[in-house]
């Protein structure tokens, strides 16, 4: 029994996958790009033909992921929604026109999704979550229904989101798509009331983001391995994370995806590289063991001037670490002959976590491949 989690290579923006050995699928954000190619070269991992190898298919042939996270309606976290992802009536999928686009069973969206301002790219998913969340409002016995249920997340002042479809900070979700995932729980942290309140006056969709702490198990053991995906949430959320958690169990991890690109911002504001703030500090002291690693879902991190992704923070979540070599950067872990970074890909069952190299199984794929017989095409 083995699950996986893939992280795949896209810039300053993130797309992760995550697969239970049931099947059962998690795709944290869309960052797909329309074209892979520059002056002729590829330039990008082709994260799409990959999803639809590793998604399941329904009884109508049709590619699909049971939750979909987006943690927050920026460009960087929704690019490629439109043309790869499939919105509207199921029932009016068309397997010609709409072939390989991924049907979506259950969608998460923070409560920013529903402001004005959002990224373009954002505004399909807006239209799906509306439309789903129609379902609820116009029914009252409405409970969700498959490629239906929409769950908004985080506290809301207005109370505009019915329960039925509203998870606020400190629930734990082990079920999606009118499913148990079985081997998984979902611990969500944020956001919270006082952000999005904050959020929509200073129109910062960073501070809206969906943070969670992914919970797996393996037959006969808990808690296996632990992950913190937090979308673009800085410092402040942390600080408000960890005043609001009472058991850091809930914070412990084993696999943390640095916010917002390896920003700075985690640790402190952009213009103060000099300080620590106590959040990082408390969040970087509860990783579990000496085999715990940061990932920063960013380009490659050079000594410079960017922010995202900051040479300084990498820097730091490398001190900070019990084992500093444990610091990988997706645009540099794993590059295959074409210098096309690979996705970095877990691998979790009863002792833990591995990584697999992508191009390392590409090449074996290849070698073990019979050789075509003579004459044949």
Same mark, same amino acid.
């Given at each position: 029994?083995?699950?996986?989690?893939?992280?795949?290579?896209?810039?300053?923006?993130?797309?992760?996958?995550?697969?239970?050995?049931?099947?059962?699928?998690?795709? /944290?954000?869309?960052?797909?790009?329309?074209?892979?190619?520059?002056?002729?070269?590829?330039?990008?991992?082709?994260?799409?033909?990959?999803?639809?190898?590793?998604?399941?298919?329904?009884?109508?042939?049709?590619?699909?992921? *049971?939750?979909?996270?987006?943690?927050?309606?920026?460009?960087?976290?929704?690019?490629?929604?439109?043309?790869?992802?499939?919105?509207?009536?199921?029932?009016?999928?068309?397997?010609?026109?709409?072939?390989? +686009?991924?049907?979506?069973?259950?969608?998460?969206?923070?409560?920013?999704?529903?402001?004005?301002?959002?990224?373009?790219?954002?505004?399909?998913?807006?239209?799906?979550?509306?439309?789903?969340?129609?379902?609820?409002?116009?029914?009252?016995?409405?409970?969700?229904?498959?490629?239906?249920?929409?769950?908004?997340?985080?506290?809301? +002042? *207005?109370?505009?989101?019915?329960?039925?479809?509203?998870?606020?900070?400190?629930?734990?979700?082990?079920?999606?798509?009118?499913?148990?995932?079985?081997?998984?729980?979902?611990?969500?942290?944020?956001?919270?009331?006082?952000?999005?309140? %904050?959020?929509?006056?200073? *129109?910062?969709?960073?501070? %809206?983001?969906?943070?969670?702490?992914?919970?797996?198990?393996?037959?006969?053991?808990?808690?296996?391995?632990?992950?913190?995906?937090?979308?673009?949430?800085?410092?402040?959320?942390?600080?408000?994370?960890?005043?609001?958690?009472?058991?850091?169990?809930?914070?412990? $991890?084993?696999? /943390?995806?640095?916010?917002?690109?390896?920003? $700075?911002?985690?640790?402190?504001?952009?213009?103060?590289?000099?300080?620590?703030?106590?959040?990082?500090?408390?969040?970087?002291?509860?990783?579990?063991?000496?085999?715990?690693?940061?990932?920063?879902?960013?380009?490659?991190?050079?000594?410079?001037? *960017?922010?995202?992704?900051?040479?300084?923070?990498?820097?730091?979540?490398?001190?900070?670490?019990?084992?500093?070599?444990?610091?990988?950067? %997706?645009?540099?872990?794993?590059?295959?002959?074409?210098?096309?970074?690979?996705?970095?890909?877990?691998?979790?069952?009863?002792?833990?976590?591995?990584?697999?190299?992508?191009?390392?199984?590409?090449?074996?794929?290849?070698?073990?491949?019979?050789?075509?017989?003579?004459?044949?095409?």
């Amino acid at each position: 029994m083995e699950h996986k989690i893939k992280i795949y290579p896209v810039g300053n923006a993130d797309c992760i996958l995550v697969k239970l050995s049931n099947g059962k699928t998690i795709i /944290f954000d869309c960052q797909i790009h329309a074209d892979l190619y520059e002056n002729g070269k590829q330039i990008w991992f082709d994260v799409k033909t990959d999803l639809l190898k590793e998604l399941p298919k329904d009884s109508l042939n049709r590619p699909y992921v *049971d939750l979909y996270v987006n943690t927050h309606p920026h460009d960087d976290h929704c690019r490629g929604f439109e043309g790869n992802f499939y919105h509207g009536d199921p029932d009016k999928y068309d397997k010609d026109k709409d072939k390989d +686009k991924i049907m979506i069973g259950e969608l998460w969206v923070t409560t920013m999704l529903f402001k004005n301002d959002i990224a373009e790219s954002a505004e399909e998913i807006r239209r799906e979550a509306k439309r789903r969340r129609s379902l609820y409002d116009n029914d009252e016995d409405f409970t969700g229904s498959k490629w239906n249920y929409l769950r908004i997340i985080g506290y809301d +002042k *207005d109370n505009e989101y019915d329960n039925r479809y509203g998870y606020i900070p400190g629930k734990v979700v082990d079920r999606a798509n009118g499913r148990s995932f079985e081997w998984l729980s979902i611990f969500i942290h944020a956001p919270f009331k006082k952000d999005i309140e %904050t959020a929509k006056r200073d *129109d910062d969709k960073n501070a %809206t983001s969906i943070v969670v702490q992914l919970r797996f198990s393996v037959e006969g053991k808990d808690n296996v391995c632990r992950t913190l995906f937090a979308g673009d949430a800085e410092h402040e959320i942390w600080q408000h994370i960890l005043d609001n958690n009472a058991d850091d169990e809930n914070l412990r $991890w084993n696999i /943390f995806v640095a916010p917002h690109h390896c920003s $700075w911002t985690f640790f402190n504001e952009s213009n103060n590289k000099k300080d620590v703030l106590p959040s990082a500090s408390n969040i970087m002291g509860l990783q579990i063991d000496g085999k715990s690693e940061v990932v920063a879902s960013s380009k490659e991190i050079l000594n410079d001037q *960017d922010n995202p992704p900051c040479y300084e923070a990498k820097q730091k979540y490398k001190e900070k670490l019990i084992n500093s070599q444990n610091f990988f950067n %997706t645009a540099t872990f794993d590059v295959n002959s074409s210098d096309i970074p690979q996705p970095i890909t877990y691998i979790i069952g009863i002792t833990g976590k591995r990584k697999e190299l992508e191009s390392t199984k590409a090449a074996e794929s290849v070698v073990s491949r019979p050789a075509p017989r003579a004459g044949l095409k």
